[in-house]
């Protein structure tokens, strides 16, 4: 693992760009003085880079360069001063005579991928950093076999029935959601054979990944208490604003639920980190895709895409889980039907946020395109109320069913 030292005497500073490092790859030593870091460089480790506070007490920054210069030339070429200061002509003219890079705070995460990147050739992809910083759940082997069935064209009602039965709680959570009001079924599907004929091979498939998924919230802690509801919420009023609308319906409930599955994948990985993202999202009333592409790098639209792909996702369900956030530009080849499922579920993302599910308050600060999401998908004003008013019925009893 390549490695960083860090040299500022203000802790929230080392802080932030040990955090950056971790998701670039880079782990982080350090240190608060001159004394601390000669130790560091003394020792047996290795440094990629060293990031320098230039008002550092004792030794300013660019005494430390010169030490370090001694020391070890090459590191010195990867020397890299901070500063929130105005400089003065000396300064900036020793800086330039040394050829020290330089970056100004406040900083954020682009600023110092571009001058590690910089330093290192080879640009840093947001799937790169995923890869280096996450562990990504297991498949469970029932999806695999169910994957693999639903794939086949001779598979029969028979054969897809036997495996999902094979597994008793799997069994009871699918019959339980065929029910629900994720489908709008009110007729009572009783037995597994009833719920692949209602529902048919591809939504079975989906639905077996959907409920497979939720268990990576469990065992439920405040914070996935939290997000399994944002998440139950989002399916709820996506296919709510999908039936009727979308040829892909079924898909677009599914998609809701799986939507934030990045979130956990970030939360598990990095849990201190992602409650102080939490926090700042309630607190500052902001979208929680813009603060952790600042925070960490990439999104949990990213996160989720990456587990959709190891799991075997069908493209329709991973697509709409990559794309959520991205409906007012949409790559090219996403297709019709995955646009129309991420305008279904952005617009059911926007609501919840608005009605504070899954936060700790209403969050109608946050604007997450709510009004042009409804006019992009044709809705008037009295049908959109209608939606909100059943969906906040269909919410509060699916909550008490799912638990």
Not at 46 to 62: I, K, Q, S, T, W
Not at 148 to 154: F, H, I, P, R, S
Request: hydrophobic letters at 40%; aromatic letters at 8%; one cysteine or more.
């Amino acid at each position: 693992m390549v490695r960083l030292l860090i040299i500022d005497d203000d802790p929230d500073i080392t802080e932030i760009l040990s955090l950056y490092g971790d998701f670039l790859g880079y782990n982080a030593d350090m240190a608060f003085s001159w004394q601390e870091a000669e130790k560091n460089l003394s020792g047996s480790r290795l440094y990629n880079a060293v990031f320098c506070d230039l008002n550092l007490r004792g030794l300013n920054g660019l005494q430390v360069f010169e030490k370090i210069h001694e020391m070890d030339s090459g590191l010195a070429d990867r020397f890299v001063l901070l500063t929130g200061a105005i400089l003065d002509d000396g300064v900036e003219e020793g800086i330039r005579a040394r050829k020290i890079k330089l970056v100004k705070k406040p900083f954020n995460f682009e600023d110092i991928k571009a001058v590690l990147q910089s330093m290192e050739g080879p640009s840093v992809h947001s799937r790169d950093i995923i890869l280096q910083s996450a562990t990504l759940p297991a498949v469970p082997a029932v999806v695999v076999k169910i994957l693999e069935l639903t794939g086949k064209e001779n598979t029969t009602i028979e054969d897809l029935q036997r495996t999902i039965m094979a597994d008793s709680s799997l069994t009871t959570r699918v019959l339980q959601m065929a029910n629900s009001a994720f489908f709008g079924f009110r007729q009572g599907v009783e037995t597994i054979s009833d719920a692949i004929k209602v529902l048919g091979f591809n939504t079975i498939r989906s639905v077996t990944l959907a409920v497979s998924t939720m268990d990576i919230y469990r065992p439920f802690g405040p914070l996935e208490e939290k997000l399994w509801e944002h998440s139950l919420g989002v399916s709820l009023a996506a296919g709510a604003i999908a039936r009727g609308r979308m040829r892909c319906w079924e898909e677009a409930s599914i998609a809701g639920l799986l939507h934030d599955t990045g979130k956990v994948v970030m939360k598990s990985n990095q849990p201190d980190r992602y409650h102080l993202l939490l926090r700042s999202v309630q607190e500052d009333k902001v979208p929680f895709h813009t603060v952790e592409t600042e925070v960490f790098g990439f999104g949990h639209a990213e996160a989720g895409s990456l587990l959709g792909e190891k799991w075997g996702f069908p493209e329709m369900l991973s697509g709409a889980i990559r794309h959520h956030h991205n409906w007012k530009s949409f790559d090219k080849g996403v297709s019709a039907d995955v646009r129309q499922i991420c305008l279904a579920v952005a617009l059911a993302d926007a609501l919840c946020t608005r009605l504070g599910i899954g936060y700790d308050s209403p969050m109608p600060e946050v604007d997450l395109g709510e009004r042009e999401l409804q006019g992009l998908l044709g809705i008037e004003d009295g049908r959109y109320e209608e939606i909100v008013y059943r969906f906040k019925e269909d919410f509060l009893r699916e909550k008490m069913l799912f638990r």
